[in-house]
């Protein structure tokens, strides 16, 4: 049976261990827009039922006098793509868009899942990029409903 938690506690930047030991979970990116995310811990199975708040990187999720449990987000494998020009960066965007893959901006990079198509496609397009794991700020939406062009 799984412990339910229907809220967070805080977030480690600003939450006090006090000398209690720090236990962290680690949980997929994707898992971060669910509504009920179960996890394992050393005070048992947790589910994790936050309604619309979504789960970030250090919420704490338990605290007791000895321990405090928090979500640690698992690096995703991404490209981070740096096009030079407007004009690159735009025709990218435009190509990605065009596969229907969620992508996010960080200052003048583009990121996106890593895939081997993806790399390709970067090469052909003369768009400098990495390979990289990193936790992302917000995790990747992927669209809801498959949809349809206009011929």
């Not at 600003?14 to 962290?24: I, Q, S, W």
């Not at 960066?89 to 960080?106: F, S, Y």
């Not at 899942?113 to 990747?140: D, G, M, N, Q």
Request: glycine share 4%.
């Amino acid at each position: 049976m799984h412990r339910r938690i229907e809220r967070t506690l805080g977030n480690l930047r600003d939450f006090p261990l006090t000398g209690r030991a720090l236990e962290r979970i680690g949980v997929p990116s994707d898992a971060m827009n669910r509504r009920i995310v179960r996890a394992s811990s050393s005070v048992g199975d947790l589910a994790l039922v936050l309604g619309d708040k979504r789960l970030r990187d250090g919420d704490v999720v338990y605290a007791d006098a000895e321990r405090v449990v928090a979500v640690e987000v698992q690096p995703d494998d991404v490209i981070v793509a740096r096009p030079a020009t407007i004009a690159a960066a735009l025709e990218l965007a435009h190509a990605l868009g065009n596969r229907h893959l969620p992508i996010q901006r960080e200052n003048d990079a583009l990121i996106v899942r890593y895939s081997e198509p993806i790399a390709a496609l970067c090469e052909r397009a003369r768009v400098p990029w990495e390979r990289t794991r990193r936790v992302l700020a917000e995790p990747f939406v992927t669209p809801a409903a498959p949809h349809e062009h206009a011929s």
